[in-house]
């Protein structure tokens, strides 16, 4: 019969009609939300899900896998008197990877001593030419600069930031990457405590620590 | 035996015998790392031939130039294969860099050559003498020199190779538009009237299409007219323009005109190291960047001669199986935009690669530009819960959509009679224009470099190369449908028997070494044959690194598919072609 293929496929239509409005109705039913809850976005995204699942930005917002990566920013310490520990060494190598070279890193020597200074002086990442590899936190030695999740940055102007700009608090990284900062807070702990055992074993006593994953 | 110099092996017995079959014409490349064939320049075209007829190898890929400027010699690089599979064979010509430097052109032996020459001659300046449209390509008509040439410098030129010394550790920053003599306005020489100004090249253009007054059998004339397609038109999935004669309503002439999108990614490449071109890679076929990068990365290995971890294998299937999914769910549903069906077909598939993405993101940080294979492996492992989203979304779902798919189109009788019997391209046409991927599968020649010559860990999984026999639009349409299920299978087998372990054979570094030699690698992208060729002098920085895209070399069969057809049909037969611009113009 012609038309019949024309038919099956208004099938298939209609069934994706159906399914978005009758599961809007089996969440209403057992009382849950499907709309702007994080319950409801996770189901969305789901493999489960039927029908239209459209995530009405900006309204509702996909979760960010921990991994999303967006512009860099450098992570520092807060001390308890308020002042910034910088993780930067200024060691360069972020500058050195950079696929698009949009790294700027100003080092300085101490007046004094004449030695150079761990803490870069400035730091610039040119944010419109940055192409948001991850290569300069992938690389860093230092776990000084990571990668951002925020990603509503558009401007009038150009985006130069600035080490101002680009600072900010390990609270916040912890924030964005819990997983990622609580491997890294291990993996330094356990350096530490080889450190500590070295120390301890060049003193007389001996006993080798094995290094922690 | 007296094999050639080949650290692959990959020199079969026939091809030993192209040097006892040329003496003095043919010598085997002795430089260590390197292999193939140099050729006489003045016997190419006749050593050519036996190649192809002699040897079998009828599916010239690759044609490329390389600058070795400090030997001052210009070299031509070939890659053939048989579509039989099995290795291929790699000749070169070599010439002096005197200018012209001049090769014969092989385009009446492989019409598939046609665009890949002009490439050459526009980024190298290699003339192939022969050629009967040697224009250039990705440049603009006008443009001075020959940007691949390791003495020409752009015109934001800072130093040869990255890193850059101004960065650190004293980093002076500019903006790059600062070095622009225009700043953010432009400036015209005097006397210039934008009306008047004809470009130079397209004067060469029309005249290929020559336009003509035919005078038909009933005594009437018609005038051949010239139209021009894009390269603003929403079926040209980018910036393409195709300049097409017309004779009524059929197609007698077509020239596409390329380069709207060119960045000139082997520069780029060149001064990078070889860790900073994996991003740039995410940039060509910007729905595949996992395909990308695992051609540039398979590419790599081969020069560096190091293994892959075991679990990172599985994991390239996976994600580049996924991609390949999602490209051809993206190709169905922008294919039936183009036919007319608006938006229905297109969200559909948009959705199950909106689920993809997810995963992409999860284990890369990025939903287009992953950037996730590194030399040696991949960056991270994939997390257990994605691990058990890869395996809901195979197992549970993207079986059923993509039956859903099938169900809502394949029995249309509207889609049937729009491309059912619309002739594509038969095979043997196929062959001779280098043509690969789905278009040469529907065209009813099993070629599957995932079959043909394995690459990763294709050669443990159990699949079928899809192949359909016809050649017309319904087979170029179905094939894509076969081609998803069979990435589904081999996905399932992937999940299952996907190890544990390590997920890169290598330490982490950010710069690698690289021992001088050349290699070619090439994948099965969803497109077609995704070719890289890298020479490397042992430095940071590759010495030539050339891209053999799929779009572009597809592209060259575009005359040879459309003369003779309608008008109506050359958005269907354009969009078959499945082209990325950022990948086709680089």
């Known amino acids: 019969m012609y038309g019949k293929g024309i038919l099956k496929g208004l099938g298939v239509t209609l069934k994706r009609y159906w399914n978005t409005y009758w599961d809007d109705i089996v969440w ?11 319950e409801g976005i996770a189901h969305r995204s789901s493999s ?25 920013f450098l992570v520092y310490n807060e001390k308890p008197d308020g002042e910034k520990e910088i993780l930067c060494t200024s060691c360069g190598i972020c500058a050195k990877v950079c696929p698009p070279q949009c790294i700027w890193i100003v080092r300085s020597n101490d007046p004094v001593t004449g030695r150079p200074v761990p803490e870069p002086t400035e730091f610039f990442i040119d944010a419109d030419i940055c192409m948001n590899c991850g290569f300069c936190s992938e690389y860093c030695p230092f776990d000084a600069i990571k990668m951002d999740h925020d990603f509503e940055i558009a401007s009038y102007e150009r985006n130069v930031y600035n080490m101002e700009k680009l600072l900010k608090p390990a609270s916040y990284y912890q924030s964005i990457r819990p997983e990622n900062f609580a491997r890294e807070e291990a993996d330094r702990k356990a350096k530490e405590a080889v450190k500590a055992a070295k120390a301890a074993a060049a003193g007389g006593a001996a006993a080798p620590a094995t290094p922690a994953a | 035996m007296t094999a050639p110099a080949s650290p692959t092996g990959t020199m079969s017995t026939s091809t030993l015998d192209l040097v006892a079959r040329f003496p003095g014409i043919v010598t085997a490349d002795a430089r260590p790392a390197f292999s193939g064939f140099i050729v006489e320049k003045d016997s190419l075209i006749e050593v050519a031939t036996a190649i192809r007829d002699e040897f079998g190898f009828d599916l010239l890929t690759a044609v490329t130039g390389v600058d070795y400027f400090p030997e001052n010699k210009m070299e031509v690089v070939y890659h053939a294969y048989k579509t039989i599979g099995g290795p291929g064979l790699v000749f070169k010509v070599q010439v002096p860099r005197v200018d012209p430097v001049e090769v014969p052109s092989l385009i009446h032996l492989w019409p598939g050559v046609d665009l890949q020459e002009r490439e050459a001659w526009d980024l190298l300046g290699i003339k192939f003498t022969g050629h009967p449209d040697l224009r250039r390509i990705l440049m603009w008509e006008g443009f001075e020199g020959h940007p691949l ?16 010394k101004s960065r650190w550790p004293d980093g002076q920053f500019y903006m790059a538009e600062d070095k622009n003599p225009f700043k953010d306005n432009l400036t015209f020489p005097t006397n210039f009237d934008p009306e008047k100004w004809i470009p130079e090249g397209d004067a060469l253009l029309y005249g290929a299409l020559a336009r003509y007054t035919v005078k038909q059998e009933d005594g009437m004339s018609t005038d051949r007219i010239v139209i021009n397609m894009g390269p603003h038109h929403p079926s040209t999935h980018g910036v393409f323009r195709a300049v097409m004669t017309l004779d ?11 380069g709207y999108l060119h960045r000139n990614h082997d520069k780029i490449g060149e001064r990078n190291t070889y860790l900073q071109n994996i991003p740039y890679t995410d940039r060509l076929d910007y729905f595949n960047s996992m395909s990308n990068n695992f051609g540039y990365a398979i590419t790599v290995e081969k020069l560096m001669k190091i293994p892959v971890a075991e679990r990172a294998e599985y994991i390239r299937v996976i994600v580049a199986e996924l991609s390949r999914i999602q490209n051809h769910l993206v190709f169905i549903g922008t294919l039936l935009n183009d036919l007319g069906a608006m938006y229905t077909p297109s969200l559909y598939a948009f959705e199950e690669r909106e689920l993809i993405l997810d995963i992409f993101e999860a284990v890369s940080g990025a939903r287009m530009m992953c950037n996730y294979f590194r ?23 993207l079986q059923a959509k993509t039956d859903e798919l099938d ?5 249309n009788e509207v889609l049937i009679s729009r491309m059912k019997g619309v002739p ?15 278009v040469l599968r529907a065209a009813g020649v099993p070629y599957d470099i995932r079959r043909a010559d394995p690459y990763g860990i294709y050669d443990r999984f159990d699949f079928d190369v899809a192949v359909r026999p016809n050649g017309d639009l319904m087979d170029n349409y179905l094939i894509r449908i076969d081609e998803i299920r069979q990435s589904l299978r081999i996905l399932e087998q992937a999940i299952k028997q996907i190890p544990q372990g390590p997920i890169n ?47 572009f070399v597809n592209v060259t069969a575009l005359e040879k598919i459309c003369i003779g057809t309608k008008i109506a049909d050359f958005i269907a037969l354009l969009g078959m072609l499945d082209m990325v611009m950022g990948e086709c113009d680089r």
């Open chain 2, 375 to 397: 030399f040696g492996g991949v960056v991270r492992d994939i997390p257990d819960d994605v691990m058990q989203k890869i395996k809901n979304l195979v197992f549970d779902r």
């Open chain 1, 28 to 38: 209403w039913v057992q009382g849950k939300k499907r709309y702007n809850s994080p």
């Open chain 2, 149 to 164: 040439r390791k003495d020409w410098k752009e015109g934001f030129y800072e130093e040869d190779t990255k890193p850059f």
């Open chain 1, 48 to 72: 489960k899900t039927r029908g239209i699942f459209t995530v009405q930005f900006p309204e509702e917002r996909l979760l960010l896998p921990e991994e999303a990566r967006y512009i860099p």
């Open chain 2, 424 to 438: 594509m391209i038969n095979a043997e046409d196929a062959i001779k224009f280098s043509v690969t991927g789905p």
């Open chain 2, 248 to 258: 009524g309503e059929t197609i007698v002439g077509l020239k596409p005109v390329l």
């Open chain 2, 505 to 551: 054979s290598q330490k982490p570094a950010y710069q690698v070494r690289v021992p001088a030699g050349e290699a070619y690698g090439r994948i099965e992208s969803p497109k077609g044959e995704l070719g890289y060729y890298v020479v490397s002098n042992g430095k940071p920085n590759p010495w030539r690194y050339h891209v053999r895209p799929a779009s």
């Open chain 2, 407 to 411: 169900r809502m189109l394949t029995e």
